[in-house]
T-cell receptor, first 113, second 116 residues
Framework: AQRVTQPEKLLSVFKGAPVELKCNYS??????LFWYVQYSRQRLQLLLR??SRESIKGFTADLNKGETSFHLKKPFAQEEDSAMYYC???????????????FGQGTILTVHP | DAGVIQSPRHEVTEMGQEVTLRCKPI?????LFWYRQTMMRGLELLIY????????DSGMPEDRFSAKMPNASFSTLKIQPSEPRDSAVYFC???FGTGRLSQPQHFGDGTRLSIL
């Protein structure tokens, strides 16, 4: 069974400071990892996925298979980054998951001015 | 595409009443997911469908909850009878899942349900 752990329920930083939202996973195969963001009272939106290896809104995330982690990082946080962030895992190709995602509990990021 | 459309956006009703939440997935998507979001439990997967067939309903909390997908463009989540502890935001999401490559899920705006 797969599992996603986000150890921090709440994370506060000041504007301009670096931020790292932690995500660890357990899965026996090679998973696909995603980060979703939910701004206040809005829908969840895909922020980035590991296979894209891109930077969105200044955020990056690297899949570390040795540490089974997919931490989300941004060097200089902005107030508009304040939101709930969810890490999610999908089983690797060849399975019959039909796109099912396993989500972590989420981390509420607050960026103070 | 307008994205995943959910209705109603807000629902306030008294306990014991039947509640029906609706979802229209993105055209062409063949997987549909129902989630419940609360502060205490975070985001929980309730049930999901592929090609209109329920694949996994192990997340449905009780028999009071039921979901249907009569066709590729419509799904309902029903709670009967409703209880105050059912109060939450219910999200619907859709994706194109082939079993070979996972595609991102696209979420609706959610239904904020309050049971008094």
């Amino acid at each position: 069974a797969q599992r996603v752990t986000q150890p921090e329920k709440l994370l506060s930083v000041f504007k301009g400071a670096p931020v790292e939202l932690k995500c660890n996973y357990s899965y026996s195969g090679s998973p696909e990892l995603f980060w979703y963001v939910q701004y206040s009272r809005q829908r969840l939106q895909l922020l980035l996925r590991h296979i894209s290896r891109e930077s969105i809104k200044g955020f990056t995330a690297d899949l570390n298979k040795g540490e089974t982690s997919f931490h989300l990082k941004k060097p200089f946080a902005q107030e508009e980054d304040s939101a709930m962030y969810y890490c999610a895992l999908s089983p690797s190709a060849g399975g019959t998951s039909y796109g099912k995602l396993t989500f972590g509990q989420g981390t509420i990021l607050t960026v103070h001015p | 595409d307008a994205g995943v459309i959910q209705s109603p956006r807000h629902e306030v009703t008294e306990m014991g009443q039947e509640v029906t939440l609706r979802c229209k997935p993105i055209s062409g998507h063949n997987s549909l997911f129902w989630y419940r979001q609360t502060m205490m439990r975070g985001l929980e997967l309730l049930i999901y469908f592929n090609n209109n067939v329920p694949i996994d309903d192990s997340g449905m909390p009780e028999d009071r909850f039921s979901a249907k997908m009569p066709n590729a463009s419509f799904s309902t989540l029903k709670i009967q009878p409703s209880e105050p502890r059912d109060s939450a935001v219910y999200f619907c999401a859709s994706s194109f899942g082939t079993g070979r490559l996972s595609q991102p899920q696209h979420f609706g705006d959610g239904t904020r349900l309050s049971i008094l």
